[in-house]
């Protein structure tokens, strides 16, 4: 499995994103305050370590050897000690940081001051180095953080003090963490508000594009939010309005031509019965059928993606009526049983869509099994049959107004070519999609899938 760590909706993005900078950019000022108020404080304890080594070196080696304890003591605070150590005490190899030191403080002693240049320095030594009866008092509570500096001042030809410093380490600035916390709480709060306001419109225009794509409804979203949004609202708007009026001219178009073809069939087939021929007479005959065969599916095509309105239905039982009604007509039609299937739809749609692909199954396939499969996204309505199936290069044609192919352009089958672009306008009104494929076995086999909608919205408008 995969783990996506990037969170996949806008809101939590733009609040990760926002929050994450208000958070680097509070930590880097906290840490370079941090830095710097340490590089601050160690500068000012060495200049008060010189300072103070210095002056008590110089005081202690002005008093009698038995006074100058108490001269230590005094002179020393919780933070640093001074103790009379022996003359080559703690000598080693120094930085060059601390022979820079070294000389600051014999520069600091005063003129006549013994051995000035045999000062000692030891820059930041850990605790434990540090000879106890030597180590601040402070140094004596538990955990001391501290690094240690260690300055050996000689007082005499055979004689030093050393003076032990505590390095005060800087707490980490509470108060910008505190403020950190905060800015970033405010600024994940602005990113939400931002987000909410260019999401929610956001979400009515995928809604409404669902809408438009079921055909449940003439969608407009309203024009809200920020440019952007509010720009790309008013386009669908737009283009939702212009396809709509398209539909509706063509289906009005539609309608009216059907119509307006009924009455002269009519007129023709009276006026055929004066013909005395009676072989011309058939063959005129014949032919106004099919004309009056391809008027009727132009009306059903016109009425096909209109006027009805969605309800809650069984689809099983709708297939298993409508096979039922074939097999009665002598149709070669067999249905596999199935659960009840309950989906909103337009049933006389789906049942026109059907009885299109079953009656194909049966005239270039000889016979059609029909069945039902579904999984939690929809229903899939099964027709197969044993004819020649169709090439692939022919399997998007056929979907197309008027389009027969070569090998079934006979009298026995003499269709309109409508019926298939009649089921995938319905099929996709619903929402779903028609997938032709070859069997294996041969034969075609014909995959209605129709997805489980939410109750039946109506259409505004009637055809
Ligand atoms: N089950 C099938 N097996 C083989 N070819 C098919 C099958 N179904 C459809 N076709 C091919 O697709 C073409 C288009 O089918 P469509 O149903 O749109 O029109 P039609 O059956 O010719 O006419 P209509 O259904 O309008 O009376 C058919 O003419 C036929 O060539
Ligand atoms: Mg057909």
């Given amino acids: 499995m995969r783990f996506r760590l990037w969170p996949r909706t806008l809101p939590v993005q733009l609040i990760v994103v926002v929050a994450g900078a208000v958070a680097i950019s509070n930590i880097g000022v906290a840490f370079y ?66 022979q820079a030191l070294a000389k600051r403080i014999g520069d600091a002693l005063p003129a006549g001051h013994p051995r000035k240049t045999d000062v000692v320095v030891h820059l930041y030594q850990p605790l434990k180095d540090i000879d106890p009866s030597l180590r601040p008092v402070r140094s004596r509570q538990p955990n001391p953080p501290h690094d240690m500096i ?7 030809n055979h004689s030093a003090i050393s003076g032990v410093f505590m390095r005060p380490t800087p707490d980490w600035p509470v108060e910008i963490m505190v403020a950190a916390v905060i800015a970033v709480l405010v600024a994940s709060a602005g990113a939400a508000v931002m987000a909410g306001r260019v999401v929610r419109p956001l979400s009515e225009l995928t809604g409404a594009a669902a809408a438009m794509a079921d055909g449940s409804g ?6 809200q939010g920020p440019d952007d949004v509010r720009n790309a609202a008013a386009a669908f708007n737009a283009m939702a309005e212009k396809v709509t009026r398209t539909l509706e ?16 069939i009519t007129a023709m087939r009276i006026n055929l019965e004066f013909i005395e021929d009676s072989e011309l007479r058939d063959g005129l005959m014949r032919n106004l059928d099919e004309l009056q065969a391809l008027t009727e599916q132009v009306l059903a095509a016109a009425r096909g993606t209109g006027g009805e309105t969605k309800r809650n239905v069984d689809l099983s039982a709708l297939v ?63 027709v197969e049959d044993e004819g020649p199936g ?13 389009v027969r192919l070569e090998s079934s352009r006979n009298e026995a089958t003499g269709g309109t070519g409508l019926g298939l672009s ?3 306008a319905i099929v996709e009104g619903h929402g779903g999609a028609v997938v032709l494929e070859n069997r294996k076995q041969g034969g075609l086999r014909v995959r209605m899938q129709l997805p489980r909608m939410p109750a039946a919205q109506p259409r505004p408008e009637a055809a």
Wanted: hydrophobic residues 40%; charged residues 25%; aromatic residues 6%.
């Fill in 150 to 156: 260690q300055a050996i001042v000689p007082i005499s």
């Fill in 320 to 382: 298993e009526s409508l096979c039922a009604d074939l097999d009665d007509l002598g149709e070669p039609v067999h249905w596999a049983g199935h659960a009840a299937a309950p989906i909103s739809c337009r049933p006389n749609e789906i049942r026109r869509a059907l009885r299109n692909v079953v009656e194909n199954a049966v005239a270039y396939g000889n016979k059609a099994d029909v069945r039902i499969t579904g999984n939690a996204e929809g229903y899939e309505i099964v």
């Fill in 422 to 424: 009649l089921v995938k």
């Fill in 218 to 223: 003439r969608p407009h979203v309203v024009e």
């Fill in 33 to 98: 305050y941090y830095v710097n108020s340490q590089s601050q404080a160690q500068n000012y304890i060495i200049e008060r370590m010189v300072d103070r080594a210095a002056s008590v070196a110089a005081s202690v080696s002005q008093v009698q050897p038995q006074a100058r304890l108490v001269v230590m003591r005094t002179m020393s605070v919780p933070s640093w000690r001074f103790r009379e150590v022996p003359e080559n005490y703690g000598s080693r190899v120094m930085t060059p940081d601390e």
């Fill in 249 to 264: 001219s063509q289906r009005h178009l539609l309608s009216a031509v059907g119509h307006d073809l009924r009455t002269p």
């Fill in 390 to 402: 169709i090439p692939e290069s022919d399997r998007q044609r056929v979907f197309e107004p008027f």
